[in-house]
C-alpha cells in the first residue's frame, strides 16, 4: 500500500510505493529523506545524477515472465571502467527486484537468501568455481566501486561516496551478484534479459533509445591538439587518430591515459574508417572505435584489428580482422560454464568448440576512437580460443575480470557490402581459426554421391549374379593313373540360349603331388574346340608348425561359348616317380557374373572423394598448424634430441 508523505525541506509530496522502501531522493530539491513510519528525515542533499544513453527513467514500465512492474528508483554506482545504473523495481505481486543496465547488458535479479555461508571478498578469484544455491558458478568480475548518485525510492540508505563492493558471478543459464557493502553480505540472483523482452512504455523521450541525450563534446587531443568528440558520457576512453594519444574522458581535464605512437611505433590505418555505418544482420551500426593489438610467439610478432560497433538501444558489437579474415563477435551474457583455465573442449550451444590456442598477453599497442572503458595502449589480456568453424568462443581475462565472446566468421565482401566500401577489402591470406573448411561441403556432397552411386553398383552387381547363377551341366568323377595317362572324354552337355561363359571346375584328391591337365571343350556338331592347360598342385607339412600351399581345386572359365552340344577331353600328365592315383571330379556349369567390373566401377568412383577429403584434410592441417595444437614434423622431432 502506498504512503505519502511530505519533504522537510521543500513541502513536495512523497509518494512510497513500495513498503519496503526506507529511503527516498526528492525529485524536486534533491532532498535525501530517509522514512521513519510517517515522518520523513532530511539527511541533506543527494548528488546530481551523470546524464547517460539510457533509455530508462523512474515511472517506466515493463513485464518479466507475465508479471507488470515499474522502476521505482535508482542508483549510479562509478566503477574503474565507468557508471553503470541500478533500478529498484516493484512488481504488481509487491516482490522487488533489481535491473542492472551496463555496456547495452540489462540483467535482472532477486535477492535471494541462502543458509551456507557466503566467501569471503577477499578470497575470491577471476575464474574461481563454486557452488551456491545449488548451482555452480564462475566468478566474472570483482569490483570496489563507490554510488555517486541515487534516485526515487530505495530499501536501503545511500548517498555520494557510498562503498560498494561487488563480485559477478555467471553460469550459462543464471547470473548472480554478491554485494559486499552490507554485513553480512547479500546475493541477488536472477538472468540477463533482452531489452524487448520486457516490453518496456513510458521510456525517456516516448522513444526505445533517445536519438540524443547529452550534447557530444568536442575537444582537442592534448598531445597534438588534433580535434576529438564524445558523443556522450557513457565514452570513458578517445583515442586521437592523429597521433595514437588515448584521453580519459570522464576526467574534465581530459587526463591522458596512455601516451601517443613514438616515431619507431608503426601506425595502422583501420580498413573501416571512424564513423562508417553499415547494417550487420538487417540492424544498423557505425564505427565508433579502432584498436590494433599484438602478441608475441616465439619470437614472432601477430597484430590483428578490433573495431567497435554502436548498434541500436544503447547495444555494441564487435569486428576483428586478421590477415583479410572478419568475425562479427558479440559479447556474451550466458557464457558458456569454466574458468580461465584452457581446457580441451568446451560445450556450448550444443556444439563442442575445440581449444585452438592461449595467448597469454595480448596487448593494446594503437587506440583511436571512442570506448565504453578507460582503454590505454599497453595494456594486456590472456586469451583463451575455441573453436567450431564457423564459430569462435573467446575468453578474456585480467586480474578483476572475465568475459566471454562468441565470433562468427564472415567473408571480406560481406562486410564491404555492409559498409558500402567503395574499395574492396583485401582478400584472406591463409586459414583463420574458424574458418570454414571450402573443401567441406564439396567434400560431403562428394561423398554422399559416392554412397549413392556406390549403392547402385552393388544393386547392379547383384542383379547380375541374380539372373546369372551358375546352372550346372555336367558333374562327372575320374580316376587317373601315373602309368595309364590316356585321354579321357567327358559325357556330352547341353548349353542353350546366347553366347555365355562356362566355367570348368576339378576337384582332385591331390596330397603332396602335382597333375597337370590338358583341357578341351570341343562342339559336337561344328568340330570348334577351345583349349586349355592347367597344372594342379597342393603341398602341405609341419616345420616349426604347420603349413600348406597350392589348392586342390582349379577353375577355369570359357568366354562367350555359343549354345550347342558339346564335351571335354581331359589328357593327364602326371609324376611318374609317385605312384598315387588322383581322383578328379570334373564339374561344368554356366559362370555366374564376374566380378572385374564392379571393381573397376568402384575404383573410378572412389577416386573422387578421396581427392576431396585429402583437399579437405589439407586445408584442416593448414588450419591447425597455426594452432597450439599444431602437428610436429619428423624434421622437429629430430631437432629437438
Known amino acids: 500500500m502506498a504512503v505519502t508523505a511530505h519533504c522537510p525541506s521543500c513541502g513536495a509530496p512523497v509518494v512510497f510505493k513500495s513498503a519496503s522502501s526506507v529511503f527516498a531522493v526528492c525529485e524536486y530539491c534533491q532532498s535525501t529523506l530517509v522514512r521513519h513510519d510517517q515522518n520523513l528525515e532530511d539527511i541533506g542533499k543527494m548528488a546530481a545524477l551523470v546524464e547517460d544513453r539510457s533509455p530508462l527513467q523512474l515511472g517506466a514500465e515493463g513485464s518479466y515472465k507475465g508479471v507488470h512492474f515499474a522502476l521505482i528508483g535508482r542508483i549510479q554506482i562509478k566503477y574503474s571502467q565507468g557508471i553503470w545504473n541500478e533500478w529498484n523495481l516493484l512488481f504488481d505481486d509487491m516482490r522487488t527486484g533489481w535491473l542492472s543496465e551496463a555496456?547495452?547488458?540489462?540483467?535482472?535479479?532477486?535477492?535471494?537468501?541462502?543458509?551456507?555461508?557466503?566467501?569471503?571478498?577477499?578470497?575470491?578469484?577471476?575464474?574461481?568455481?563454486f557452488v551456491l544455491a545449488s548451482q555452480t558458478w564462475t566468478v566474472s568480475n570483482i569490483e570496489n566501486a563507490e554510488c555517486v548518485a541515487g534516485q526515487g525510492e530505495l530499501p536501503f540508505k545511500v548517498g555520494a561516496g557510498y562503498p560498494v563492493a561487488a563480485v559477478d558471478l555467471r553460469n550459462q543459464a543464471n547470473f548472480a551478484t554478491l554485494d559486499y557493502s552490507e554485513t553480512p553480505p547479500l546475493l541477488f540472483v536472477g538472468e540477463a534479459v533482452d531489452f524487448t523482452s520486457l516490453k518496456m512504455a513510458n521510456l525517456r523521450d516516448g522513444m526505445a533509445v533517445p536519438t540524443k541525450t547529452v550534447a557530444a563534446r568536442v575537444f582537442r587531443c592534448p598531445a597534438c591538439g588534433s580535434p576529438m568528440a564524445a558523443r556522450s558520457r557513457e565514452i570513458l576512453a578517445v583515442g586521437c587518430a592523429s597521433c595514437?594519444?588515448?584521453?580519459?574522458?570522464?576526467?574534465?581535464?581530459?587526463?591522458?591515459?596512455?601516451?601517443?605512437?613514438?616515431?619507431?611505433?608503426?601506425k595502422y590505418t583501420p580498413r573501416l574508417p571512424l564513423g562508417s555505418k553499415g547494417r550487420l544482420e538487417g540492424k544498423p551500426v557505425e564505427v565508433i572505435g579502432f584498436l590494433v593489438k599484438?602478441?608475441?610467439?616465439?619470437?614472432?610478432?601477430?597484430?590483428?584489428?578490433?573495431?567497435?560497433?554502436?548498434?541500436?538501444?544503447?547495444?555494441?558489437?564487435?569486428?576483428?580482422?586478421?590477415?583479410?579474415?572478419?568475425?562479427?563477435?558479440?559479447?556474451?551474457?550466458?557464457?558458456?560454464?569454466?574458468?580461465?583455465?584452457?581446457?580441451?573442449?568446451?560445450?556450448?550451444?550444443g556444439q563442442a568448440f575445440k581449444h585452438f590456442s592461449t595467448t597469454q598477453a595480448a596487448e593494446v599497442v594503437q587506440v583511436a576512437g571512442e570506448f565504453t572503458w578507460r582503454v590505454r595502449r599497453g595494456e594486456t589480456n590472456r586469451v583463451v580460443d575455441y573453436v567450431a568453424p564457423p564459430l569462435m568462443l573467446s575468453s578474456e581475462s585480467t586480474g578483476n575480470d572475465l568475459s566471454w565472446s562468441q565470433g562468427f566468421y564472415v567473408e571480406p565482401q560481406v562486410i564491404a557490402e555492409a559498409f558500402k566500401l567503395k574499395a574492396d577489402l583485401p582478400e584472406p591470406t591463409g586459414v583463420f581459426a574458424n574458418q570454414p573448411n571450402s573443401w567441406g561441403e564439396t567434400n560431403r556432397r562428394i561423398w554422399g554421391l559416392f554412397w549413392k552411386l556406390a549403392l547402385a553398383a552393388i544393386l547392379v552387381q547383384a542383379f547380375f549374379i541374380f539372373i546369372s547363377s551358375g546352372k550346372l551341366l555336367l558333374r562327372q568323377d575320374f580316376t587317373f593313373e601315373p602309368l595309364r595317362s590316356d585321354e579321357v572324354q567327358t559325357r556330352e552337355f547341353e548349353i542353350t540360349g546366347k553366347p555365355r561363359k562356362i566355367a570348368v571346375k576339378n576337384q582332385t584328391s591331390l596330397n603332396n603331388n602335382w597333375i597337370g591337365l590338358d583341357m578341351m571343350l570341343v562342339n559336337k556338331a561344328t568340330g570348334a574346340a577351345w583349349p586349355a592347360a592347367r597344372e594342379v598342385s597342393y603341398y602341405s607339412g609341419y616345420d616349426d608348425g604347420a603349413?600348406?600351399?597350392?589348392?586342390?581345386?582349379?577353375?577355369?572359365?570359357?568366354?562367350n561359348i555359343p549354345a550347342g552340344t558339346y564335351y571335354l577331353t581331359l589328357d593327364p600328365d602326371m609324376p611318374p616317380e609317385k605312384a598315387v592315383a588322383v581322383r578328379d571330379r570334373v564339374e561344368v556349369h554356366t559362370a555366374s557374373a564376374g566380378w572385374s567390373n564392379f571393381v573397376l566401377v568402384m575404383i573410378f568412383l572412389i577416386i573422387f572423394p578421396i581427392f576431396s577429403a585429402m583437399r579437405h584434410a589439407a586445408f584442416e592441417a593448414r588450419r591447425w598448424a597455426e594452432s597450439d595444437h599444431a602437428p610436429v614434423s619428423s624434421d622437429d622431432a629430430d631437432g629437438d634430441d
Open 294 to 349: 599484438r602478441c608475441v610467439v616465439d619470437g614472432l610478432a601477430y597484430h590483428w584489428s578490433e573495431y567497435l560497433l554502436a548498434g541500436e538501444q544503447g547495444t555494441y558489437r564487435w569486428l576483428t580482422e586478421y590477415n583479410g579474415h572478419w568475425n562479427v563477435v558479440d559479447v556474451l551474457c550466458k557464457p558458456p560454464a569454466g574458468g580461465i583455465v584452457e581446457v580441451e573442449n568446451v560445450l556450448f550451444g
Open 244 to 266: 595514437g594519444a588515448v584521453v580519459d574522458t570522464a576526467d574534465e581535464s581530459y587526463k591522458v591515459l596512455s601516451k601517443s605512437l613514438g616515431m619507431r611505433d608503426e
Open 547 to 559: 603349413w600348406s600351399e597350392g589348392s586342390r581345386d582349379d577353375e577355369i572359365v570359357f568366354l
Open 103 to 129: 555496456g547495452g547488458e540489462y540483467v535482472l535479479t532477486f535477492a535471494q537468501f541462502v543458509p551456507e555461508v557466503l566467501p569471503q571478498f577477499d578470497a575470491l578469484k577471476i575464474g574461481q568455481r
